[in-house]
């Protein structure tokens, strides 16, 4: 419980930073649009976590947000149905997975190369496939998508028919994600496997584990829940360019994580904290546009904040460990 | 009596939870050579560590020449002439001979510049280099490209450079070659002649025999005995080590030790990275068969072939006569073949998690269901081991890291037996695990063979291997030299074949 106690006062701190910034601030239309940025920074945050967990990286999230969502776009455009788009772009990120987590357990390379590269790879991929999608592309290439959009539309999103935010489904979707991760990770054996291959893969290896098999599954996770986050982009834009579209959005997820009580090393971390983790940005970004400041200085702050953040975490966990 | 070079009088050190020295004392006169000898626990270590400035002594006094001293760190222990010389070598790998000489005292010329004085320094560490053996082109050399035998003598010039009165040595041929070994003692012999004390700590009781003018034993924290050159024999040694008989030590109570059926046989077996000569041999139901041989024999690489962490090339594995594939630990573990490995943080435990987490890990195939892990037989499993082994743990959620050697080790025998091993390979079954435990560890041992487990212990520690074994495979540069039992298996039977000799 202490591991998380860090990031939870952040995040509340935060709050009420928010609700003193500005009267509308506290409004529930404003909290749903905060609640929906943050599911959507979760889900990624929750898959890169998991490699985190099992000791690698995954530097290829962003581009595969971006992908995604050109490649949900440019499919229906086409004329895929909406509905049959989905499972696609998700096969696509699986797919994506699979690569990745073969090189690295295969071919034995550094998962940061692998990632790296990947993240070139597939930004690559997605401006060869389209430079801009949006949904007015697909309505007047299909008119007839136009309900099961606006459908997908308020199961995933949250929006009605008119572009009103009714309720945070973003959140909520990674509240479903929240309960499988957490399953996974604190009450079967999978979950004590990647914690165990995270901090001595060699000592897992020699009780049985199949390192290389559970090293891909995360790596394959990651990339299935970021392709899924494409989905939710194009969705909730008007428009989706590929330029730059997730950029730098691994490094979120990453950020959370790590806020979250991973370590980078490997082994550690809490599906509790990852949440609390994934939500501190978009509180950031919210306060500073509430103050009326130039949202320039959005970099500035959103850094500072974070090593903050960090250092009064560390001190938190040094302190526990003393006591243990 | 002349005045002692070093003399510890009743040293004193507590550890949280540990009494690591009770009361310690002990006199090196100037040129000798004196060995501390003791089980692992016995606080050899935290006695040199004291000595050498890197802890102060709780209570106790240490005097140097007659004047006492009070080290505030090694530093200090260095300029006032006692150097240590660890276990773990203490070398900048990426840097040269010279340049690790003369770390963090270069000689410099050109005042507050502080210039290299390559010159000086090169004649000077021609000088240090001849004191140890080395020739001086060694120099230039980087320390990483050094065999580790060269890597121990440059570490004993950079302390020759330092006017060493005093010079600890911590296992010091751990990783040295006979030829390596023969040469160390060679230049402690100079060291002698030239005036330098020798404290100098070992398990292997040959070596102490070799090298020592009088060797102190230590147990538990105190003085064991002392036994001055004529009386150093290696029965003496091991009596005053153990503080017990040899024969309640290594039990055979439970086993018939004669060996059933063979469980576990290997024909003609082949593996990646190992020897071109095959390796036949049988482990049977109910028997301990020790396997001996010099580092290096291939031994710990055959026991990985078997339990699939090192690939099999050819010849094949049989399980009770049928042959069986193993392509990986995972394997060999459902056909209950079992590793307890050499090294037991590398190999054998996740060391920042809980000792229930080490102890679930290679038995969660049983453990789960399709709502996850089962709490109530999770905990049970760990409370029967916990208690069946006698860890000594606050609770089953304690990191296992923070346990003692011993009871590391017995997490790591808890984890296999809750799968009821066929059998059981024992790679260094006891190394670093204090003299309690293995006694315990020794009994449990004969229990399981008992039970008809075929067990395979692989170990280096003689005493081990012969007070355990029912049968001895002595094994030199990969292949099988020669199986001892019975009358026929005595240490110089051991030697002559792990060296390459013949068993007639």
Redesign the interface.
Known sequence: MKRILGVLGLVIALYVVLFNTHANAGKSDNLIDVANLQGRYGLITLGVALVIITGGIDLSIGSVVGCGAILFGTLMVDGVHPYAAVPLVILFGLAVGVVNGLLVTRLKLQPFLVTLCGMFVIRGIARLIGGTVSRDRVLTAHPEFRGALDSLRYVLIGKDSTGELQFPAMFALMLLAVAAVG?FLH???YG??W??IG??E?????????VNRHRLVVYVACSALAALVGVLLFLNEATVQSDNAGVTWELYAILGAVLGGCSLRG?EGTVVGMALGAMVLPIIENVVNFSGKRSDVIPLIVGLTLLLGTMIDELIRRRSRVHR | MPTPRLEVRAARKQFPGVLALDGVSLTLAPGEVLAVVGENGAGKSTLMKIVAGVYTPDAGAVTLDGAPVRFAGPADAIAAGVSLIHQELNLAENLTVLDNLFLGRELTCGGFLRALDRRAMGAKAADLLARVGLPTARATARVENLPPGEKQLVEIARALGTEVRVLIMDEPTSSLTQKETEQLYTVIDGLKAGGVSVLYISHRLAEVKRVADRVVVLRDGRNAGELAEADVTHDNMVRLMVGRDLKQFYPKVKRSGTGGAPVLSLRDLRFRGGPDAPVSLDVRAGEILGTAGLVGAGRTELSEAVFGARAITSGELLLDGAPVRIKSPADAIAAGILLVPEDRRLHGLILPESVGFNLSLPNLDALGSPFGVKRRAESALHTTWIERLRVKTPSAAQPVGLLSGGNQQKVVYGKWLARAPRVLILDEPTRGVDVGAKAEIYALIDELAGTGVAVWMITSDMEELLGMSDRVLVMHEGRVAGELAGAQLTEEAVMRLATGGTST
């Open positions: 399953f009450r079967t054996a004590r496997y914690y165990a901090h001595n060699l000592a897992a290896k020699y009780a049985g584990v199949n082994g």
